[in-house]
């Protein structure tokens, strides 16, 4: 542990913002987590797999053409 006070104060914070980073990130909950606990979310995009993606709406249809 001592090592990390021999870094050149540059390096220092990079890995002190990295530090920060992954712990926010740990602490987050990850996209399947937050799928899997809504009510029939899981249910529905089973369903939804075997819908003909050419009888889907677009963005444009749904109105999220300015999202990108």
Same mark, same amino acid.
């Given at each position: 542990? !001592? /090592? ?5 104060? &540059?390096?220092? %914070?990079?890995? @002190? ?5 992954? %712990? +926010? ?8 987590? @937050? @799928? ?9 995009? +089973?369903?939804? /797999? %075997?819908?003909? &993606?050419?009888?889907? %709406?677009? @963005? ?5 053409? !300015?999202?990108?």
């Amino acid at each position: 542990m !001592n /090592r990390i006070h021999s870094l050149p104060s &540059v390096y220092l %914070k990079e890995i @002190l913002d990295f530090i920060d980073f992954m %712990k +926010a990130k740990y602490n987050k909950i990850s996209d399947t987590e @937050l @799928l899997m606990s809504i009510q029939g979310m899981s249910e529905g995009i +089973a369903e939804s /797999r %075997k819908e003909n &993606v050419e009888d889907c %709406k677009t @963005l444009e249809d749904i109105g999220w053409n !300015n999202v990108y």
